[in-house]
């Protein structure tokens, strides 16, 4: 009986655990396959709508796998306007997905996102002033390049303000980056007051989030960034696993606490700022995502922050379908639309968390 009981705690562990492994599994393949169908759907649907065989015969057609080419408005459309805009959504919600993972996983917080530490206003600021400025010295990259060179520097001013005795302390840098964003919100404004009809119209468009203007060259400057980003990130798993324990039971178990903090904050400051400086600021993804999938399938992050690449891109592959094809012939302004969506759901995690707990407090 005493040895029976003694071997029980283990094996109940392994079970839970195999459980957890066929869970991610089974998720991972559901997440894949769901993105699979909203690319294709992405990419058929529209004003000019293309069969959902003429996308995958002009596909096989172009990787000279056999297949045939589509008529020349139809190959037009499909690969300078649809594909372009497919595989942006895909790169920017997957950026946005995992960098909530991280953020999250770093603060221990399931409320972080990338926007609490300024790198989405400080990109914002970036792009805001290219527009009101007229600024043109990268051609059609400028815009891309302001706001991504912004995004990065106010993070790492976020970083330095809120060190203190050579240690970043958590509520410092969430409160240096609340100061952040207010200013970076007060510079917009200006920037805003000064300019002209134009550029206004201009950095709304841009502010409220869009995937309307995918190019092939958007593509090739958000792929490096987010490619690299995406890469690392799974890394550091076990590493925010162990900071999951605390700060000083992490340090015991030879977690270098201050270095992992510095180097994925830099990974989720490259991936948002990737991100926002092509699509604009496209909020609740980085949030949501990760929140959802560890309701699933608990906190470990050798899932979840793969995981929420994928489902991050999901997302974005859907919201930008709808966005498109819901108001038709208009357009609705994505980050509009994930904001729509996001907040009353988000509302609802928020209840559903708190009644868990016993109650609102």
């Known amino acids: 009986m ?29 997440l894949t396959a769901a993105l699979l169908v909203g690319c294709l759907l992405s990419a058929g649907l529209g004003a000019y709508s293309i069969p959902l065989g003429d996308v995958l015969s002009s596909v096989q057609h172009r990787t000279g796998l056999g297949g045939q080419a589509l008529d020349r408005v139809g190959e037009s459309v499909l690969w300078n306007v649809r594909l372009p805009r497919v595989v ?17 996983g770093v603060f221990g917080n399931p409320l972080a996102e990338p926007g609490v530490i300024g790198i989405s206003s400080g990109a914002a600021v970036g792009a805001v002033a290219c527009i009101a400025l007229g600024l043109d010295f990268f051609g059609n990259w400028t815009i891309t390049v302001c706001a991504f060179v912004a995004g990065l520097a106010t993070v790492l001013l976020v970083y ?7 240690r970043t302390e958590v509520v410092t840098l969430i409160l240096t980056g609340i100061a952040v964003n207010a200013f970076a919100g007060a510079l917009i404004g200006l920037f805003i007051f000064f300019a002209d ?38 890394f550091y798993a076990r590493e925010l696993d162990l900071l999951a324990l605390g700060e000083r039971p992490a340090r015991h178990l030879g977690v270098d606490v201050e270095r992992l903090r510095i180097v994925l904050v830099l990974v989720v400051a490259l991936l948002t700022a990737a991100a ?20 699933a399938n608990g906190p470990g992050h050798r899932f979840l922050v793969p995981g929420s690449a994928l489902g991050g ?36 995690l928020l209840r559903r968390t708190r009644r868990k707990q016993g109650g609102w407090a």
């Open 197 to 234: 009809n134009a550029q206004i119209t201009q950095i709304t468009f841009w502010q409220l989030g869009s995937l309307a203007q995918a190019t092939w060259p958007k593509v090739l400057a958000v792929l490096p960034c987010a490619v690299l980003g995406l890469l690392v990130a799974p």
């Open 313 to 348: 891109a999901l997302v974005l592959v859907a919201g930008d379908l709808a966005a498109r094809t819901v108001a038709d012939p208009a357009e609705l302004p994505l980050g509009v639309l994930t904001a729509l969506l996001g907040s009353p759901f988000f509302f609802w």
């Open 276 to 295: 926002v400086a092509v699509a604009g600021i496209i909020s609740f993804v980085g949030l949501l995502v990760p929140h959802l999938l560890r309701m």
């Open 88 to 104: 942006l959504a895909l790169l920017v919600g997957a950026s946005l997905g995992c960098a909530g993972a991280l953020m999250q």
């Open 2 to 30: 005493t040895a029976a009981a003694h071997h029980s705690p283990a094996g109940t562990d392994g079970v839970r655990t195999v459980r957890r492994r066929g869970r991610a599994f089974t998720l991972t393949v559901v």
């Open 160 to 166: 330095v303000l809120s060190r203190s005795g050579g």
